[in-house]
């Protein structure tokens, strides 16, 4: 298991979100009418870099080649389903009844919380008041600190007197005792009750019980009911996966830390099926491969961990399975703590179970192993990972002040995720060098996302180029036509190297792939 490493300067959140918001990477939904909370947008550098994650997972888990832990290729296919699926499928999945979050409303404020998220302080003296505040979220917790150190006229809380305690954990007449976090007086954090995180809608014209319909919140279930259609018509066998990216939707009580937890979201999920009892061998196999593989496109440093869930934390499906991890990265608003990157879990036959029954086929459902001769319901390790919360961890991964520079931050994206590959710039607008450089780009162009601009400085251009986290900037300067070479200036040294102008494409196809 990986040991996490100091922190080293971080940025804030409102660094990370005020880059996001100025150089185009995410904006609110519908901004114009002041936003919907816990939906978002992507800009233009936001979309290359989100598409960018996508398309290295795809093409890392269904593509290329992975060698198993049995010495064999790992067989994944893709599918794209609906985001509408038959009711059933969530009653089969216990999503309709079980997909729930307590939640709290303030009477006092109208906002509401995860109760699960809210903490208190206060003496324990049972005429005392509680202040409540959201848990990791430092400001809110010292606002908290600061109403009960003025409401009991003392400097600090004492240690010894003044304790944290969780909200759920709280008698009834404790809870009367509380100041929501958003308000002013006791009492008006009502009792927690059960909140579905299902978006329901309808289908067709009618509006009646007979015509809802949810959206799907994670794109497993689509994978899951599928299965069957996959076995019939393709050459799979056991072990194989299914790959899916795509939407999901959860109506989160309290969506918040940007884009870390929003109500319509994308996943990137597989469901390896394996033979019963080679669950831990896989299970382990895809822990290791999964942290691996976040670390090879930019999360390489001490803010990523791979944490093995206690058994208290398991899903009912989990508990006698070969375990359930998680990666989790260190958010500048988790911090010092981790946030959830994607979990990987060892779900058994649940899943094919479930379904089988609920739409009346049961047993017969069952897969047949034709070399065992042997029918069974496979068991299912299943790595399931946020292509919103990785885009989040890449930005705030790559966010690096550097008062040197014009920008005074740069993105350090991996080469491989950087929405622009190489910028082509004339160093001015005028001698031929906008002709030369636009001939490069075109070039270029041909098979990589670069970007061409003869105005402003050539200050300000490298400096927007840092911003939006492009690795490579080629300059056609007053010696490029005679010597017919650029100058090649490197995101994170700054150095510059001069190179022959027609092995442009090659020396950037070479970068690319070195670091592929
Ligand atoms: N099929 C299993 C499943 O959905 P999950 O842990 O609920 O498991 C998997 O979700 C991943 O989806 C999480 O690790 C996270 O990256 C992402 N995710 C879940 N809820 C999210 C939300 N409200 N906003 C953004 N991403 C979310």
Known sequence: MSEPVAPSTRPTMESVVSLCRRRGFIFQSSEIYGGINGFWDYGPLGTALKRNLKQAWWSDVVERELIGPDGNAVDIVGVDCTIIMNPKTWIASGHVGGFNDPMVDCRESKARYRADHLVVIGRTAPDAR?????????????????????????????????TMRLFTTLSETDRARCVGPDASAPGSLTEPRQFSLMFKTNVGAIESDDSSAYLRPETAQGIFTNFWNVVDTSRVKVPFGIAQIGKAFRNEVTPRNFTFRSREFEQMEIEFFIRPESAPEWYRWWRDERFRWWQSIGLGSGNLILREHDRDELA??????????????????????????EGIAHRADFDLKAHATHCGKGEKLRYFDQERNERYFPHVI?????????????LCEAYTPDPARASGVYMKFHPRMAPIKAAVYPLVNKEGMPEMAEGIYRSLRKKHAVEFDEKQSIGKRYARMDEAGTPFCFTVDGDSLSSGTVTVRHRDTLAQERIAADQVGSWLDDKLDSTA
């Open 130 to 162: 509680l202040f409540a505040f959201l848990e990791s979220d430092d400001d809110a917790k010292a606002k908290a600190i600061k109403t009960l150190c003025k409401y009991e006229r003392i400097d600090s809380p004492d240690p010894a007197s003044h």
């Open 316 to 341: 009912h499906y989990a508990k006698e399975g070969a375990g359930t991890s998680d990666i989790e990265y260190r958010f500048p608003f988790t911090a010092p703590g981790f946030g959830e990157l």
């Open 382 to 394: 299943e790595p399931s990972a946020g292509a919103d919360r990785g885009t989040l961890a890449l």
